[in-house]
């Protein structure tokens, strides 16, 4: 990224920081949410282009926060799940092109979509526990897209291999590297 797209980012970044801290002292969500804003990760711009290039109609994201990543999609049908409600509170008021919902994986109640996306949070659970959650709905989307921290990274509990999707019906169709060299974005394809 050259110096000036960094500046721009930069100035995005406090203004949309300035933005969700009044959203902050009004709802109480964990902070982490405003400091770790989309304009502070532009990786997660990079994501949302590659999502819009797969041509969706719709996609669920599991941990989606304000649903930053799926405001910048030309997906037609966006729904977002998150664990907080204060922050699903918070992304109602600010994004109203996004379905919001609380819960996690295993709260999804749509019967089919076209894209999974599980992103910036499944390093918090064991390999087993994610196998498990995926495979409840398997044959309901085409696209699985998840990020994987590398091997030995500190600060992360969990480090999945993903194989699993490999022996289940998925075939790997994209590794993007973001993020210097701490996380990959997998873009896995049904074969179901």
């Given at each position: 990224?050259?110096?000036?797209?960094?500046?721009?980012?930069?100035?995005?970044?406090?203004?949309?920081?300035?933005?969700?801290?009044?959203?902050?002292?009004?709802?109480?969500?964990?902070?982490?949410?405003?400091?770790?804003?989309?304009?502070?990760?532009?990786?997660?711009?990079?994501?949302?282009?590659?999502?819009?290039?797969?041509?969706?109609?719709?996609?669920?994201?599991?941990?989606?926060?304000?649903?930053?990543?799926?405001?910048?999609?030309?997906?037609?049908?966006?729904?977002?799940?998150?664990?907080?409600?204060?922050v699903i509170q918070a992304a109602s008021e600010m994004y109203d092109e996004v379905t919001y919902k609380v819960g996690g994986l295993n709260d999804i109640t749509e019967n089919s979509f076209e894209c999974l996306l599980l992103f910036n949070w499944i390093?918090?659970?064991?390999?087993?526990?994610?196998?498990?959650?995926?495979?409840?709905?398997?044959?309901?989307?085409?696209?699985?897209?998840?990020?994987?921290?590398?091997?030995?990274?500190?600060?992360?509990?969990?480090?999945?291999?993903?194989?699993?999707?490999?022996?289940?019906?998925?075939?790997?169709?994209?590794?993007?590297?973001?993020?210097?060299?701490?996380?990959?974005?997998?873009?896995?394809?049904?074969?179901?």
């Amino acid at each position: 990224m050259n110096i000036f797209k960094k500046i721009i980012y930069k100035i995005q970044f406090l203004n949309k920081r300035a933005q969700l801290k009044k959203s902050w002292e009004k709802y109480g969500f964990d902070v982490w949410h405003v400091e770790n804003n989309i304009y502070n990760r532009p990786y997660k711009f990079q994501l949302a282009n590659e999502l819009s290039n797969l041509g969706l109609d719709s996609i669920v994201e599991v941990g989606c926060g304000f649903g930053e990543i799926l405001v910048h999609t030309n997906v037609k049908t966006k729904i977002g799940y998150d664990i907080d409600p204060k922050v699903i509170q918070a992304a109602s008021e600010m994004y109203d092109e996004v379905t919001y919902k609380v819960g996690g994986l295993n709260d999804i109640t749509e019967n089919s979509f076209e894209c999974l996306l599980l992103f910036n949070w499944i390093h918090n659970i064991s390999e087993p526990d994610l196998e498990d959650s995926i495979q409840r709905h398997q044959g309901k989307m085409k696209y699985l897209v998840v990020d994987q921290i590398k091997q030995g990274t500190p600060g992360y509990q969990f480090y999945h291999t993903f194989n699993f999707l490999l022996e289940n019906k998925f075939s790997l169709l994209k590794t993007i590297s973001v993020e210097k060299d701490v996380r990959n974005i997998l873009i896995y394809k049904s074969n179901l």
